[in-house]
Structures are given as structure tokens and as C-alpha cells.
């Protein structure tokens, strides 16, 4: 199965990713909003973050789950570059994800050739049909 | 949707439904086409339904889609119901532009742009992820963020008169930097002095039209061939994550049952929490032209060095154009005070206006509009009639038309340095792909846009400028 593809949008940057599991298809959403920054297969595994993220309704735990790949870039300087152990939990209202992201620091070596302001709300999906479906309009 | 023509270039959607207000659009036939072809005017119909809305829902001639509010779109709100909302700002933070003039001409500096563009590279970061090497400390930052240029100046980047010429003379005073996160915090520290990437730029001009000499004089233009430096950059990541942690935060409280779209959520301006995400947002004003005011500092010791000296670099404006502001504005024939909200317009005060810098009051604001890469830019002059039409209000710039997804697959960044060296113009980047995506094919025609704005009486002409040299992040 294809991992996300991007679609016509004015101004930014539209995409859907699939999976066959909801976790999967946030995977390959984290793995989207990378690929706006950075090439992936460029970016040795050498550091990992721990990540957890909580939130009322599942769209905000994905909004949540990927402006932490923003905040690790612009804050700590790390470059996501595969997404292990990534675990959504729902209770109550409450939702949480944990993954585990890898990648390395910013060195010299890579090139990061765009930037994303903010993870928007802006015609967000997350569908269940065959598979799973999110798609996300990033503001660059 | 239905669409009324008022005139030329204005049009109006009546109030229907749960709008509070009408919407109206300032735009040429033309334009309006290609904004039919996206959900700007749905935007401007769902902020039109927005809780304590005065007049319209305003609609500028750069128009674009945007989150919950247009791109281009203007909206005021009264105190005692209306919102503040952090989809009405956007998510760069007092994105702006600035403009300094030099006393240089063409014919002097034609042989030099290569270099001055080369040094003023190596000292002004651009690109993603390019901080400054020395970092300061958070409690720099929190200072930063409290008195913004004012800052900068204190601290050796450039003098009082920039100050003075700057919109809210750099400084919005309601800012408080401990309704910053620490994660905003944690994200900006290491940009402050940087240019960022994107649609981001610096350029280096010459005025190659003067429309208007008595106010081009009053802006220190003189003619023709007159080298200016534009500067148009923003808040960073730092504005990015205090429009993304106040949108977290007014969900949490408000809920968002009863949004049209969820990108609309606001709260009260009475609230504790829109009182809050206001001083936050000055805060990130305040970083912003903190952050313009030490580029443009930058410049200055680049154009000494390699010119010989920078004397004469004084500035003309800077201006914000995602902001939220407390203005007076004549409403129902009432002078009333009323929260604008300027997402992807322009400030466009006339003359007479106590907020415009006393050596512009007798010729209204200068409100500087950037093209797109390689294409003019332009300088107009805030006029009295804005003030009825828009809350004062102009547009930002030249707007997309096509997505840089397929700005990528249709352009090659080499190719466009290429194109832009046939014309004269240098070009630097960080980024081919980043070249791509800005290619001027991608947004709308910026004569067009100005052309409306002059001829509906939002901002008047003064002055057109080409570049001479780019430098994009």
C-alpha cells in the first residue's frame, strides 16, 4: 500500500496517508510531514525521542502528534526520520499516543530544504473504510 | 453562492443564514475567479457569523484560502461580545515587511549586488533549522518579547528613528511574555535574528516608478534608481507554537460543537483566556520586530563594509500584516473601539491617524505590499477611505494562485535563477525546491492586486520597485 500522497491545495501543502491500522496511517502521517523538510532515507537512525502527546478527540491527537515533529526540529534540532512502538489510547474522552521517534541531530551532512509553520485542522480527515485514511493540510 | 457586483471592484455576499454581517470583497472580475476556486469566500461567509462582528467581513484583492479565516481577510469585532481568535491572526505571527532606503543609485551599486548579497548571506541565517550560533538566554528572550525593537535598539541594532518608524513603534506594550509557553519559548530561542524560509525574503531594490513624489518625498524616496532593502520575515516558530498552543487551549475551554470549521475557535476578548492569548500574541509581535530589527541591522554593517559606508539607511516602515489590534473606528456613525483582526492584510491608516509616526500624518501610513520572487514590489500610501471601506486595511502581498506541490513538478529552482539572472536579478537561496515553490507563475499578478487596492481607495500609489538582488531562506 501506497504510505501518503500529496493533493491540490492553494496555498500549502495537502496530503493523505494510509495504513492498515489507525496507528499506521498516523505513521505514515508523521513520515509526510517529513518528507516536506527533509529526504528520510538520507537520515541515519541515531537518536531517539520518547513522545507522548494527549488529547480530547482524535483530530487533535494527531494535530498534536505531528507538531511534535516540528517542535523537536525548530526546539532540539532533531530530524524524525522513522517512527517506532506508536500506541493511540482512548479513555473516557481522552486520548493518548506514545511512539517512539528516530532520527539524528541537524549536522552538517543533511539538507533540510522546506519548513512547516503549523499542523492545521483545515480539512482534516480521519477515515475508516477498507483502511485507514487521515488527511492534513500543513500551513509552509 | 450568491454574489453581488457593487461597483468595478467590489462585491458583496448578503447577510443570509446565521451571518451576522455581509462579506465584501475588494477584487477585479479576474481575481475573483481564481478566488472562486477555493474556499476563500466560504471563509469570509463563516467569519461573517462570528459573535460581535461590525460592518463586514472584509475580503482584500491578494485573497487566498486560508484556516478558518481567508488569507487577505479583515474582520472587527466590538468589546463587549465579540472574539478574538487565533485563526483571525494566523499562524506567523506579525509577518511583516520592512523597508529601509539608501542614498544609493543603480548606476553605483549594479557592480556590487553580488557581493552585498554574498556577505549579507553569510550574516543574516536563512533557511530551515539556521539559528544564530550565539543563543540567548530565556531571560533575553522574555525581554525580547516584552519591548520587541525596542529591545534590539538598546542593545546596538539600529537607532531610535527605526523605532519611530515602525508600526506601534516596534513595540506592542500589552505583551506579556508569561503568557508564552515554555515550548514557544523553546522553539524561537534559537531563530531570533534569522530569516526563515518559505515566502520569506530579502531583497535588494530599485524604485523604478514614482507615482506620487510629494509622499514618495515624505517616505525619503527621492526618484527613480534609488536603491531600497526589503525585509520580509516573521515571528518564527516561536509565533507559530503560540498560535498552536492558544487554538489547544481555546478548544479545551469552548469546545468547538458549534464552529463551521474548526480552525474558528476564539474566545470572548473579555475572557480571561482571549485576554490572555492577546498579550501572547503581542509578545510574539514584539519578537517579530525585534527579530526585523537586528536583520536590518545586519544589513547596514554589510552595506558599510562593502560600500563604504551605510549613511543615509534610514527606514521608511515596517508593517505587520498578521495581526489582532485595539483600533477606533467610526461604526454607525459612533467612534467605537474594536478588536481588528488583519490576517494577510495590511494597515492602511490616512493621514491624520495618532498611530502613524508624526513625519507621515500629513500623508497617511506607508504600507508596503512584496511581490512575489523576481517581480516588483510596491509602496503605497494609507488613505482616509480605507478607513470607511476595510477598518484601514490593504493587501499583503501578491497571493498564491497554485500550490507549491505543483509549483515543484512544474518549475526547476535552477531554471529560475537562470531566467532571473537574464533580467539582472541575482538570486541566493538556501534551497533549490524552495525556489520552485516561490516561482512567480505560483501567485497572483502583484500589479493587478495594487491596481484594485489604488483604484478602489484602499491604498493609494507611490511608489513601484524591482529587485536587484534576492536572497531567500
Known sequence: MEKYRFLQHTADAKFQAFGDTLEEAFINAALAVCS?????????????????????????????????????????????????????????????????FQGD?????????GGIKAITYNEMKIEKNNHFLVQVVVDV | MELKKINENT??????????????????????????????????????CLKGIQRASYVMPDAHQGYGFPIGGV?????????????????????????????????????????????IFKEVPAGVGK????????SVLEEVCAKGAEWAVENGYGTKDDLEKTEEYGRMRDADPGCITHRAKERGLPQIGTLGAGNHFLELQKVSEVYDERTAKAFGIKKKGQILVMIHCGSRGLGHQVASDYIRMMEDKFGIENLPDRELINAPIRSELGQKYYKAMCAAVNFAFANRQMIAHYVREVFKKVMGTNEGMEQVYDVCHNVAKFETHEINGQ?????????????????GREEIPEVYRSVGQPVIIPGSMGTASYILAGTDKAEELSFGSTAHGAGRIMSRHEALRRFRGEQIKRDLESQGIELKSTSWKGVAEEASQAYKNVDEVVRISHEVGLGKLVVKVVPLGVMKG
Open chain 1, 36 to 100: 516536506l523538510m527533509w529526504d528520510i532515507d538520507k537520515i541515519e537512525i541515531r537518536v531517539t525521542q520518547d513522545v507522548i502527546v494527549k488529547a480530547k478527540d482524535m483530530k487533535q491527537l494527531l494535530v498534536n502528534c505531528l507538531e511534535e515533529i516540528l517542535y523537536l526540529f525548530d526546539a532540539k534540532g532533531f530530524l524524525l526520520a522513522s517512527v517506532k512502538d506508536l500506541n493511540i489510547e482512548q479513555a473516557e474522552g481522552n486520548y493518548r499516543l506514545s511512539a517512539c
Open chain 1, 105 to 113: 541531530y541537524f549536522l552538517e551532512k543533511y539538507k533540510v530544504y
Open chain 2, 11 to 48: 462585491w458583496e455576499i448578503p447577510k443570509q443564514g446565521s451571518m451576522r454581517v455581509p462579506a465584501r470583497i475588494y477584487i477585479s472580475s479576474k481575481l475573483l475567479e481564481s478566488v472562486k476556486r477555493d474556499m476563500t469566500l466560504q471563509q469570509a461567509k463563516n467569519v461573517a
Open chain 2, 75 to 119: 474582520a472587527a469585532f466590538n468589546l463587549d461580545e465579540g472574539i478574538i481568535s487565533p485563526g483571525g491572526v494566523g499562524y506567523d505571527i506579525n509577518c511583516g515587511v520592512r523597508v529601509i532606503k539608501t542614498d544609493f543609485f543603480a548606476e553605483e551599486i549594479k557592480s556590487k549586488v553580488k557581493s552585498l548579497l554574498e556577505e
Open chain 2, 131 to 138: 539559528g544564530r550560533a550565539a543563543h540567548l538566554s530565556y
Open chain 2, 335 to 351: 467612534k467605537r473601539k474594536v478588536c481588528v483582526h488583519r490576517k494577510g492584510a495590511t494597515r492602511s491608516f490616512g493621514p
